[in-house]
C-alpha cells in the first residue's frame, strides 16, 4: 500500500525558509523508475508543480521557482524534504507530495498524493 | 508555458446526467493528459492518464478523450460522490515544466 505524509510548519514568516519533508512508504526511491514530486495550491486555487526527484537522484524545479527551490531524498528513511527560501504571502498553500509511477515511460503523472499541508506565511 | 485552459469553469448538472468537461492545451501535448478529481479538503485524486486511460480503481462512467490539443472527461451518469472539482494536468514536456488547468467545479443543479 503506497501512502505519502507531508510535514511541516503551518505558519512561517516572511523572509524565512520553509523546510517540508514528505515520508512514504510502499515504494523506494532507490528502485528504477520512481520519483517523488512536490505540488502546490493556493486556497482556492489551481495545482502548481514544483519540483521531482528521481531514483537516480536527478532533480528538476519549476523554472519560476528554481532560483529558491531545493529538493533532495534520504532513501533509507523513505523522505523527499522541499526548501523554499524567501517565503512571501503568496506562497501561502496547501503542499503536496505525489509519486510520479511511470517516470521511466513518460507518464508523468501522479498517481499517490499525500493528504496535504497547509503553510501560511505571515508576519 | 503550456496553458491549461478548462471549460466550463462551473458545471451545474442533475444526478443521473452526463457531464462533459473540457481542456484545451496552448499547444499541442499529444497525449501526455491526465484528469485528477479534487473534493474539499481533499489532495487530487488520479482519474485519467494518457488521456483516455482509466487508473486503478477508476468506475467505467469515467471516460477521457482527446489528443493534440483538445480534451474531454465524460461523466456519463453522475452521482452524488461525483460533485467536485476536476483539473486537467499536461505531462508533455522535457525538461518538466507541468502544468494544470483552473479547473471545473461540477456541482449539484
Known amino acids: 500500500q503506497v501512502t505519502l505524509r507531508e510535514s511541516g510548519p503551518a505558519l512561517v514568516k516572511p523572509t524565512q525558509t520553509l523546510t517540508l519533508t514528505c515520508t512514504f512508504s510502499?515504494?523506494?526511491?532507490?528502485?528504477?523508475?520512481?520519483?517523488v514530486s512536490w505540488v502546490r495550491q493556493p486556497p482556492g486555487k489551481a495545482l502548481e508543480w514544483l519540483a521531482l526527484i528521481d531514483w537516480d537522484d536527478d532533480k528538476y524545479y519549476s523554472t519560476s521557482l528554481k532560483t529558491r527551490l531545493t529538493i533532495s531524498k534520504d532513501t533509507s528513511k523513505n523522505q523527499v524534504v522541499l526548501t523554499m527560501t524567501n517565503m512571501d504571502p503568496v506562497d501561502t498553500a496547501t503542499y503536496y507530495c505525489?509519486?510520479?509511477?511511470?517516470?521511466?515511460?513518460?507518464?508523468?503523472?501522479?498517481?499517490?498524493w499525500g493528504q496535504g499541508t497547509l503553510v501560511t506565511v505571515s508576519s | 508555458e503550456i496553458v491549461m485552459t478548462q471549460s466550463p469553469a462551473t458545471l451545474s448538472v442533475s444526478p443521473g446526467e452526463r457531464a462533459t468537461l473540457s481542456c484545451r492545451a496552448s499547444?499541442?501535448?499529444?497525449?501526455?493528459l491526465a484528469w485528477y478529481q479534487q473534493k474539499p479538503g481533499q489532495a487530487p485524486r488520479l482519474l485519467i492518464y494518457g488521456a483516455s486511460t482509466r487508473a486503478t480503481g477508476i468506475p467505467a462512467r469515467f471516460s477521457g478523450s482527446g489528443s493534440g490539443t483538445e480534451f474531454t472527461l465524460t461523466i456519463s451518469s453522475l452521482q452524488s460522490e461525483d460533485f467536485a472539482v476536476y483539473y486537467c494536468q499536461q505531462y508533455n514536456n522535457w525538461p518538466p515544466s507541468w502544468t494544470f488547468g483552473q479547473g471545473t467545479k461540477v456541482e449539484i443543479k
Open positions: 510502499g515504494f523506494s526511491l532507490s528502485t528504477s523508475g520512481m520519483c
Open positions: 499547444q499541442s501535448v499529444s497525449s501526455n
Open positions: 505525489a509519486r510520479i509511477p511511470d517516470y521511466g515511460g513518460g507518464g508523468y503523472y501522479f498517481d499517490y
